[in-house]
């Protein structure tokens, strides 16, 4: 069974450019999440959808982040513009429909110089 | 405000020994607690989980220990092998809903 996919692993991109993440989830998987991991800190939910609804978007900074799951299958997030508090790693992670247990890609480094 | 804390940021043990990781939470809504290790440069993966119905789970060498009144849980890793060697997450839902609430980690070293 194939994991979670994201793309790209590594981005740099300067402050106030605009920068997108891809991710398609594990299949068959109707949950989907965006974490945020600051360097030192545990992942932090950024928004979560089940199928292509959104379900928790509370701690989505929303003037400058925005996400989307067309078709309930493949996730995009992206950021516009970016700021240097932004640095961080991207993960995306999908459950299966009412199971808590959920699965990671590896992530999307990203760098705000 | 941290819901889930990690308080030992980093421990380092001998091959063959035991391992334990602890984690505290503060929020009484939390009844489902995982587990996940990571490795440098890869996304987290779920190792081991507890449902606060039980005290207990074992999965080969990962145990899992629950104390409701102490809202605290611990991982234990019996024998500890160098590949074990990772930040290791604890996690944390509830209230019926499925989001996951991570402490800040605890990173592990198995020295031979």
């Known amino acids: 069974e194939a994991g979670v996919a994201q793309s790209p692993r590594y981005k740099i991109i300067e402050k106030r450019q605009s920068v997108a993440f891809w991710c398609n989830p594990i299949?068959?998987?109707?949950?989907l999440y965006w974490y945020q991991q600051i360097l030192g800190q545990g992942p932090k939910l950024l928004i979560q959808f089940q199928n292509n609804g959104v379900v928790d978007d509370s701690q989505l900074p929303k003037d400058r982040f925005s996400a989307e799951r067309l078709k309930g299958v493949d996730s995009t997030l992206k950021i516009q513009p970016a700021k240097l508090e932004d640095s961080a790693v991207y993960l995306c992670?999908?459950?299966?429909?009412?199971?808590?247990?959920?699965?990671f890609g590896q992530g999307t480094r990203l760098t705000v110089v | 405000d941290q819901q889930v804390k990690q308080n030992s940021p980093s421990l380092s043990v001998q091959e063959g020994r035991i391992s334990i990781l602890n984690c505290d939470y503060t929020n009484s809504m939390f009844d489902y607690f995982l587990w996940y290790k990571k490795y440098p440069a890869e996304g987290p993966t779920f190792l081991i989980s507890i449902s606060s119905i039980k005290d207990k789970n074992e999965d080969g060498r990962f145990t899992v220990f629950l104390n409701k009144s102490a809202k605290h849980l611990s991982l234990h890793i019996v024998p500890s092998q160098p590949g074990d060697s990772a930040v290791y997450f604890c996690?944390?839902?509830?209230?019926?809903?499925?989001?996951?609430?991570f402490g800040t980690g605890t990173q592990l070293k198995v020295e031979l």
């Open positions: 996690a944390a839902a509830g209230g019926g809903g499925n989001k996951l609430t």
């Open positions: 299949s068959g998987h109707a949950t």
């Open positions: 992670a999908s459950s299966g429909l009412g199971r808590i247990e959920a699965f």
